[in-house]
Every structure is written in C-alpha cells, then in structure tokens.
C-alpha cells in the first residue's frame, strides 16, 4: 500500500499482517465535538474578522476508540516500532494508560512507554467569553512495541544534540499557503481556493463557503518527528490521515508511508495536494459551472 487511501483505518488494519509495520505515527480524533458554535456578532465585535468558531468537528470525532487503535498497533507494529499519537486532554489519560499498562495474554506488556512531548500552539483560538484559560496546547505521546515483553531498543532513534530534543515544540497551527481551502460543486466536485481574494467563486459566493480539515496539522510537526523517529525507507501508516500533511512530510525522508481516510472529501482534496493537481480553476472554467 501507498499514498492517502479513502478507505476506514478497520479495513486496512484487517489487510495487514503481523509485525508488518516500523512506525504509526498519527493524529486520531480528540472526542471534543458539541453541538456549540462560539462567536456571535456581540462577541466577535472586537476580534476583527474572525469566523465564528464550530464545535462539531463531524461524526468521525464522535465514533473513536482508543483501545483499537492501540490494540490494532500492537499487532502489526514490529518489535521496537514506533506508535505515536497527538492526544487533546480528553484522551490523554486513555493514551498514557494504554501505552504503559495494556498487557498481552501471557500478562506482557504490549509497550514500553518512551515519552510525552507539548505541543504549544502560537495561534489558538481566543477565548471569547473569558471564562476559562485559553486551550493552547496539546500533547504528542509515544512507545515502542516490546517483544513479549522484553526491553528493546527502539527501530529507529536520532539524537538531534541538546538544543533540538527537548519535549516541548512551540509554533504556528497551520495557516498561510499551507493550509487548504476548497468549494464543492452541487456534484461534490472539488475547486481549490488558495487566495481568497483571486478566487472567482469565493466572490460570487463569499468567503464562508469554502470547506476546510478543522485540525490539519502543519509539516513542521510531522517533519519534526520523523526527522527524530525514522530512517529511509521505514514503512509508516497513518490511519487517520485527515488531508495526508503527514504523508507529504514523509515524503522529504524518503519513508514508504501510507494512510487511511474515511472521508471521501478529504481523501480527494489530499490525494489532489499529494500529486500536485491543487490549483484553482480559472475564471473562465468557473464561469462555465
């Protein structure tokens, strides 16, 4: 298998064998969605032009189970290989305990676990109503699978000298040129929009109509770790891949790196960056729509 899949990470985890994988290193859902959206005209007055901020990341975030993914890990993870996942508070207890605790049948633990790392994010959302302290960071939390039970160095380690390896990465959520914006058509046919004032359909049709992955990562992170955690040539899946940035990332560390995505929509616009087709249409093809 390789490049983004649109496909559920069950039915790639049932396709691969036992021991079969060097490293899943993922961003899994947080379980955080609510009906709530925050930011009415009162309380986004005097924060500029921001949109309103959703709540409801979709039905993916609501139907996760961590255990799964740690169980699933477990199995097709080789001896020393790497599981790695971005965890908000909700799941960050479940992850710790899973990677530490969870034993096999014989009564072995599955992982050893390595590490958490913070991630500080320089452009969270505002807290509007004031009420609370503002949600800026989230966690990275890692282990190696041991093999039955025993210690074992993991596959792939890179020292980087003190200055670069503390557990702490500050800067920017993704933004800019990064990250990806899009219209769909009345048949779900996808039309990048990458500047917002040269898109054609953005201003027949406002700028609140463009489409966007709630919780794309920046390449920085994912260059970070595998820089840290891989070797060329390492096999590496993401099964909760979103628009595959973790697969474009891999690509500069010459991994063989695939991922699963559910959603059709965003397999495409990931599958569209991944091969080089993201460009917006011309005014001229978008007038014929």
Known sequence: MQGLLHSSCEDIF???????????????????????TTGGEEEIANLGHRRA???????????????????????????????????????????????????????????????????HRTNAAPHIRKT???????????????????KIKPISWNWLGQRNMANFIQGPNCMGRERL?????DHGVIYPCIQYNHCHWCG???????????????????????KILTKPGMKVFDPYAGLGSSGIAAKKYGLDWFGSEISEEYATAGQMWASGRWRPR??????LL
């Open 132 to 150: 609370n302290f503002v949600s800026t960071n989230e966690f990275i939390k890692a282990g190696i699978k041991l093999d039955d039970g025993k």
């Open 282 to 287: 011309s005014d001229e093809q978008l007038d």
């Open 181 to 185: 914006y899009w219209h769909t058509d």
């Open 204 to 226: 027949s049709r406002g700028k609140d109509d463009r489409r966007r992955h709630p919780t794309q990562k920046p390449l920085y992170l994912w260059e970070h770790l595998y």
């Open 53 to 119: 901020i959703q709540r409801n990341m979709g039905k993916w975030d609501e139907e996760f189970d961590p255990d799964f993914l740690i169980e699933q890990a477990a199995r097709v993870l080789v001896p020393g290989g790497w599981l790695v996942v971005f965890s908000g508070d909700s799941m960050f207890g479940k992850y710790h305990d899973g990677i530490k605790h969870r034993c096999d049948e014989q009564g072995h633990n599955l992982f050893a676990y390595k590490w958490t790392v913070t991630w």
């Open 14 to 36: 049932r396709q691969l064998e036992d021991n079969s994988i060097d490293a899943i290193i993922t961003d899994p859902p947080y379980v955080v969605s609510d009906e709530s």
